[in-house]
């Protein structure tokens, strides 16, 4: 049994001893275990030795001795082998692998041995890693003894690295960076890849005890010769692969050549290298070649979206390039993206240029877009697995073409053939599912139109026309229609189109409760009157249109209804819109009994034709009290059915007569009325009327925005108000920065804003 008590020790003849045992053990020779425990008391004994400790003598004979093992072991490596020589099988590295196993195996089991004086005295004595890392001044002494702070078993490393590794260091940088170059061209047998492995990470292990620096030794023996040689091994690669002029041919063996270059790295090399590694590769054969591979970019993508069996092949090599200068950054991508995004434009642009019939066009263009958008989507998900630099280049490509205008055109085009494709898929009579998905994919196209202000008022007419006339196929089409467009511009953006629904729905209601009226009353229409009372602010419908003078049969239910209207209603007012107004009519002087629905000045001058077969146009006009042009244009439609024929100037002195011998083949008959041209009295939208309508609501709209920023920041900078007005206006239109500097001017002017005193580019909000 060890003593723990402190006692005399004979030093040479403990030392003896252990030397003896310390030899086996780091020879990895048995050690039997009463010695193993005979030679830890005698470590024990010199550490507490009486009177004076020996430990720093154990300590420093150890270091010896560790020394003079190592020196005797690089004979042994070196054999007579040349250390000039680079070949990775003339046995050095095999015999030095062999010696590194044994001694660091060793040199474990010595540190083991040694576990009490690396406790009790060197532990005490070593800097702590917080201490190393930062520095102390209270430990300067023992950061200069680096020795005296090391353990047995780092000790035992350093003495390696110092005695065998530095005087082997260029014989064995010189196999190893041949026994990669070798690995990179064939697969090494699992012995040689075994010994060049083990050669590589003994030089991070060796220093593994380090707090910092501990890959100082694989640095420079390994890593730094190994991508001197990398490179200029890739750079030679890259140079013959181009020569051949084949770009697609270098893309893909220079991904190939990526990928084995990483699975080399990841095979030998320590993991910290997997980035230096890829650098070195991609620096070489990539970074160094971008201008040849920007200068096929157009043409690689051109022919990737043609429809031949090539574009496949095209694809793929899009693929490759891009996975090549996705790790170099945006720089390398960015004429990828741009190529990309010209492409899209151009084909966009061919799309709509394309010959259609001009009752088509709105057709044309949504399914030109929708397959513009869903060809290039699909192409980049498929080659550029939907990067967001693509997905970006796709929509700034649809936008450009969407927002395109001709020379002289004010707005584009766009919101009113997106209008009328949504009011052609509203009216029709079809298949319920399919107008949902066509409706659906519409707004696609819908987020890319600028001017969101303009399609709104194309829209909002037209779903005034839909439910004035009863046109709309279905009226839950209508309203998820409006919620769509509601999450993409907010409820703001569709505010007026909720209150014309509001509205209709009132106006049933309404109706039943005129029906009830008349029936408490007694009163009776003998016709079937309904009406439509619409707010005259939500309603794109203009001004009320010149007298008419309805017959008889319209002027009393019209009487009763004001009268009706005025008792439910105090302090409204009813605006009659005449040529909004339809009828229907039936026919008993016929064979056949025949439906005709016309506007109310035809429904008049039919009725006229109740109790008399001929009427002369003059008195008819003035009956009606309608102006030369309206009564043409109404009178026009009933001649060319031939519901009546005409004898002489139907603007003059001419007659018309009740054709009593009409027939058609049809027995609903639709009359339509040539719209107004424009006039001061009349409200019909011409592209100029419109153009000046929207740039009023604009300048409205953006002094309203202004005004509602300027009262919640009170201050605030030129720059900043200007974006600030951009980014709420974004979802209506893009506004011109000299548009929002007008709409400043004009509020300084009303005494809104004023300009900081001092501070020119500054505005303060005038409560």
């Not at 023996?221 to 091994?233: C, D, G, K, Q, R």
């Not at 209150?499 to 029906?515: E, G, H």
């Not at 054709?659 to 339509?672: A, P, S, V």
Request: contains cysteine; glycine residues 4%.
């Amino acid at each position: 049994m060890m003593s723990l008590k402190p006692r005399h020790v004979n030093f040479e003849e403990t030392w003896s001893k252990l030397r003896e045992t310390i030899s086996g053990v780091v020879s990895l020779r048995a050690v039997e275990r009463a010695v193993w425990n005979s030679r830890f008391s005698d470590v024990y004994a010199l550490c507490v030795a009486h009177p004076e400790p020996m430990a720093d003598k154990l300590y420093d004979e150890t270091k010896s001795f560790l020394e003079e093992h190592v020196s005797g072991m690089l004979q042994r490596v070196k054999g007579s082998t040349p250390l000039e020589s680079s070949d990775y099988n003339d046995g050095l590295l095999s015999r030095y692998v062999t010696a590194w196993r044994e001694y660091s195996q060793g040199v474990q089991y010595l540190n083991s041995l040694y576990s009490y004086l690396n406790l009790q005295h060197v532990k005490r004595h070593k800097v702590s890693e917080a201490e190393v890392i930062y520095g102390s001044s209270a430990h300067t002494p023992e950061v200069e003894k680096l020795n005296r702070q090391l353990e047995v078993g780092e000790l035992g490393l350093v003495i390696w690295e110092r005695v065998l590794v530095q005087p082997l260091s260029e014989a064995l940088t010189s196999r190893i960076i041949s026994g990669l170059n070798a690995a990179r061209e064939l697969n090494h047998d699992s012995t040689t890849a075994d010994i060049l492995r083990t050669s590589i990470h003994s030089t991070v292990d060796v220093q593994s005890y380090r707090v910092r620096s501990a890959l100082e030794l694989y640095q420079e023996l390994v890593v730094e010769p190994y991508l001197v040689a990398a490179t200029a091994h890739h750079c030679a690669l890259a140079a013959k692969l181009l020569d051949s002029g084949d770009v697609s041919n270098f893309v893909r063996h220079v991904l190939d050549g990526l990928e084995r270059e990483i699975a080399l790295g990841n095979k030998y090399l320590h993991s910290s290298s997997s980035e230096a590694v890829r650098a070195c590769y991609e620096q070489a054969c990539i970074e160094a070649h971008l201008p040849a591979l920007h200068a096929e970019v157009d043409r690689l993508i051109k022919e990737a979206a043609e429809d031949n069996p090539r574009a496949e092949e095209r694809r793929a090599d899009l693929k490759r390039m891009f996975a090549l200068l996705k790790p170099l950054g945006s720089n390398a991508l960015r004429p990828l993206v741009e190529a990309a995004h010209a492409q899209a434009t151009r084909e966009g642009r061919a799309m709509l240029a394309a010959e259609h019939s001009k009752d088509e066009a709105h057709t044309h263009f949504v399914y030109s877009m929708l397959s513009l958008h869903g060809k290039y989507k699909r192409l980049f998900n498929d080659v550029f697995c939907g990067a967001q630099a693509f997905v970006g280049a796709l929509d700034k490509a649809c936008s450009t073409v969407v927002n395109s205008r001709t020379e002289g055109e004010h707005f584009a085009r766009a919101p009113e053939l997106l209008s009328r494709y949504c009011d052609a898929l509203l009216r029709r009579k079809g298949s319920e599912r399919d107008a949902d998905e066509k409706l659906s994919a519409a707004i696609v196209v819908f987020k890319y139109i600028d001017d969101k202000d303009v399609f709104q008022k194309h829209y909002a007419r037209a779903l005034a026309r839909r439910l004035i006339h009863q046109l709309s196929a279905s009226m839950e089409q209508e309203e998820a229609m409006i919620n769509r467009l509601k999450a993409a511009c907010g409820y703001e953006f569709t505010n007026k189109l909720h209150r014309m629904f509001t509205d209709v729905a009132v106006s049933a209601d309404l109706n039943a409760k005129f029906q009830q009226y008349l029936r408490d009353n007694d009163l009776c229409t003998n016709i079937g009157f309904t009406i439509q009372v619409l707010q005259a602010g939500a309603w794109p419908l203009g001004g009320a249109m010149a007298p008419l003078a309805p017959p008889p049969q319209l002027e009393k239910p019209a009487r009763l209804f004001e009268t009706f209207y005025r008792s439910s209603f105090s302090g409204r007012r009813l605006a009659w819109l005449h040529h909004l107004c339809t009828g229907e009519l039936r026919t008993k002087y016929t064979q056949r009994s025949y439906h005709i629905n016309a506007t109310t000045p035809q429904c008049a001058l039919l009725l006229m034709f109740d109790t008399v077969d001929t009427v002369r146009a003059r008195e008819a006009q003035e009956t009606l009290q309608l102006s030369e042009e309206a009564w043409t244009r109404h009178v026009r439609p009933l001649l060319e059915v031939n519901l009546i024929t005409a004898e002489g100037d139907i603007e003059g002195d001419g007659e018309l007569t009740l054709n009593l011998g009409f027939t058609c083949k049809r027995t609903k008959i639709r009359l339509t009325c040539a719209a107004a041209p424009p006039t001061p009295g009349n409200q019909t939208v011409t592209p100029s009327s419109d153009s000046t309508h929207c740039e009023d609501d604009r300048k409205m709209y953006l002094q309203a925005a202004l005004v509602r920023i300027m009262k919640q920041r009170k201050v605030l900078r030129h720059t900043e108000l200007i974006q600030e007005v951009v980014s709420q206006a974004r979802g209506s239109f893009a506004p011109s920065v000299a548009m929002i500097k007008k709409c400043i001017e004009a509020l300084i002017d009303k005494q809104y804003l004023e300009r900081t005193p001092g501070k020119h580019d500054t505005y303060s909000y005038l409560a």
